[in-house]
C-alpha cells in the first residue's frame, strides 16, 4: 500500500525464529552476485554476535514465508549453521516487496551498476513506477537515474566483459559515446586489452569519434588496388636490404585494414669505416 511516496507496512510486532529451509528467497532479488569474503566477514560477526537485526519476510499467496529484506544475513547465517533465524513478518504485496528488497540493496550495500541499472528499470517497466516518483523514493536526481537506465542500451555480452574485467562506471558510460555496436566492441577489447584508465578511454573514444566524422577521402582512380600500395613497400625494404642494412617486415591482415610493419636496426652506434 502506497501514501505519500512511502510504502506502509503492517509488521508483526514480535520476533518469530523460521528454520531457514522453510524461507523461499525473494524473485525479485536485484542482486545476482555476492561477495565471498563480505558475507565471511558478516558470518563471522554473526558467529560472534548473533544477527542483531531480523530478516523481513511475507506469507506469500500459498502460505509460505518468502524473503523481502535480509539476503546477505540469510546466506551467512547458512555459513554459520544457524538453523533458525530471527524474522519480522510483514503484510506486503508482491509489487511491494520487489520494490522493498531493490530499495533496501541500494541503501545498506552497493549493487554492480549494471544491477541497479536493471532494478531501476524493472521498478519503471514492471511497477509502473514513474521515474519522478522513482528519484523522490531513492533520494537521486533525474539525471543520475537516466544516467544509470541509458547503461541497458549496452548489449548482455558487453555488460559480462565490462563486470567481469573490472571496468567501472564511466568506462561503460564513455563506450555509450559510440552508436555502432561494432565499434563499441573494438573500443571495450582495446581498453581491456591495454587496462585503459577511464580517462585514457575517453580519449581513445574521441580520437575513434574523430575519425567517424572525417570526410571520406576520395580514392584516386589507378590506385584502387592496395597490392599496388604494398609491392611499393615490398621494394622499399628490398632496396634497404641490399644496402645491407637487415631490415625486417612483418605484414598482417584482418578484415578492417592492413598492418605493415618494418623494422630498421639503428646504425648511429656502429662504428665507422676508417678513411686511413
Do not use: W
Not at 563480505?38 to 514465508?65: D, F, H, W
Not at 588496388?225 to 612483418?250: E, H, K, P, Y
Amino acid at each position: 500500500m502506497k501514501k505519500n511516496n512511502h510504502y506502509k507496512v503492517r509488521t508483526e510486532s514480535k520476533i518469530i525464529l523460521i528454520p531457514q529451509g522453510e524461507i523461499l528467497p525473494n524473485p525479485n532479488q536485484p542482486r545476482k552476485r555476492f561477495n565471498y569474503d563480505e558475507l565471511e566477514g558478516l558470518a563471522q560477526s554473526i558467529r560472534a554476535n548473533g544477527i542483531l537485526q531480523p530478516l523481513l519476510v511475507r506469507t506469500n499467496e500459498n502460505g509460505k514465508y518468502e524473503l523481502v529484506a535480509g539476503e546477505r544475513r540469510l546466506r551467512a547465517a547458512r555459513l554459520v549453521g544457524i538453523t533458525k533465524v530471527p524474522c519480522i513478518v510483514n503484510e506486503i504485496s508482491e509489487s511491494d516487496s520487489a520494490v522493498f528488497a531493490i530499495i533496501e540493496n541500494l541503501q545498506r550495500q552497493n549493487l554492480d551498476f549494471f544491477e541497479e541499472a536493471e532494478a531501476l528499470a524493472t521498478l519503471v517497466s514492471e511497477y509502473r513506477m514513474s521515474q519522478d516518483e522513482l528519484c523522490k523514493k531513492l533520494g537521486k536526481a533525474q539525471s543520475t537515474l537516466s544516467n544509470k537506465l541509458r547503461l541497458l542500451k549496452l548489449s548482455e555480452e558487453m555488460r559480462y566483459k565490462i563486470s567481469r574485467a573490472g571496468l567501472s562506471e564511466r568506462h561503460a558510460r564513455a563506450l555509450l559515446s559510440l552508436e555502432d555496436e561494432v565499434q563499441r566492441a573494438r573500443a571495450l577489447s582495446i581498453i581491456i586489452d591495454r587496462h585503459l584508465t577511464v580517462n585514457e578511454s575517453e580519449t581513445l573514444i574521441e580520437q575513434m569519434l574523430r575519425k567517424n566524422e572525417a570526410p571520406k577521402r576520395q580514392i584516386l582512380k589507378g590506385f584502387k588496388d592496395i597490392r599496388i600500395f604494398i609491392n611499393t613497400l615490398n621494394n622499399a625494404v628490398d632496396t634497404i636490404r641490399r644496402a645491407g642494412i637487415d631490415a625486417d617486415s612483418v605484414k598482417t591482415e584482418t578484415d578492417e585494414y592492413v598492418e605493415y610493419i618494418v623494422r630498421i636496426p639503428k646504425l648511429e652506434d656502429r662504428p665507422m669505416a676508417s678513411n686511413q
